[in-house]
């Protein structure tokens, strides 16, 4: 009953699009860092540090994500990269979900390529982990929408 927001949006997507799921391999990674330039160039990240350091981050972990040990899938809808998800196993019960991008004006998608990585790549783990919200009040809002089991406080420690 918790997930049936969550439900309906995936129902609704499954009405009005037709799409495809892959897992990343490098042809698909070289097509998220496109996307995301894509985002990028849409949210104005050039005004916002942030968003740019954030942006350094996915061109960094997607051009290496072999290397890194990530995996991930990526959703194509006429045939152009729409939403891409990459993480990795943290132990044998968590994966852990590094990067995850959608484009916010496809109603649904970002729940669509939550659950099809959460299937697809990591179906043999009992939790996932969303990391941080940075934060941010949407991000945050967004995360808490899928009833964590638990929440871990994060603490800064500066030395004076």
């Given at each position: 009953?918790?997930?049936?927001?969550?439900?309906?949006?995936?129902?609704?997507?499954?009405?009005?699009?037709?799409?495809?799921?892959?897992?990343?391999d490098?042809?698909?990674?070289?097509?998220?860092?496109?996307?995301?330039?894509?985002?990028?160039r849409?949210?104005?990240?050039?005004?916002?540090?942030?968003?740019?350091?954030?942006?350094d981050?996915?061109?960094?972990?997607?051009?290496?994500?072999?290397?890194?040990?990530?995996?991930?899938?990526?959703?194509?809808?006429?045939g152009?990269?729409?939403?891409?998800?990459?993480?990795?196993?943290?132990?044998?019960?968590?994966?852990?979900?590094?990067?995850?991008?959608?484009?916010?004006?496809?109603?649904?998608?970002?729940?669509?390529?939550?659950?099809q990585?959460?299937?697809?790549c990591?179906?043999?783990?009992?939790?996932?982990?969303?990391?941080?919200?940075?934060?941010?009040?949407g991000l945050?809002?967004?995360?808490?929408?899928?009833?964590?089991?638990?929440?871990v406080?994060?603490?800064?420690?500066?030395l004076?």
């Amino acid at each position: 009953r918790k997930y049936h927001a969550k439900k309906n949006h995936i129902s609704k997507f499954h009405r009005t699009h037709q799409f495809q799921f892959s897992l990343l391999d490098t042809a698909g990674a070289q097509a998220c860092i496109d996307m995301a330039e894509r985002w990028c160039r849409a949210r104005r990240c050039e005004e916002d540090m942030g968003l740019v350091e954030e942006h350094d981050a996915v061109r960094e972990a997607l051009g290496h994500f072999r290397q890194l040990g990530l995996t991930g899938g990526l959703i194509t809808i006429n045939g152009v990269v729409e939403a891409f998800s990459v993480g990795e196993l943290l132990n044998p019960d968590t994966a852990v979900i590094h990067l995850e991008k959608a484009d916010p004006e496809i109603p649904g998608l970002y729940a669509l390529i939550n659950q099809q990585c959460a299937e697809k790549c990591f179906g043999s783990v009992s939790f996932i982990n969303r990391e941080e919200d940075l934060g941010e009040e949407g991000l945050r809002k967004a995360k808490l929408s899928y009833h964590p089991e638990h929440l871990v406080e994060k603490y800064r420690v500066t030395l004076s």
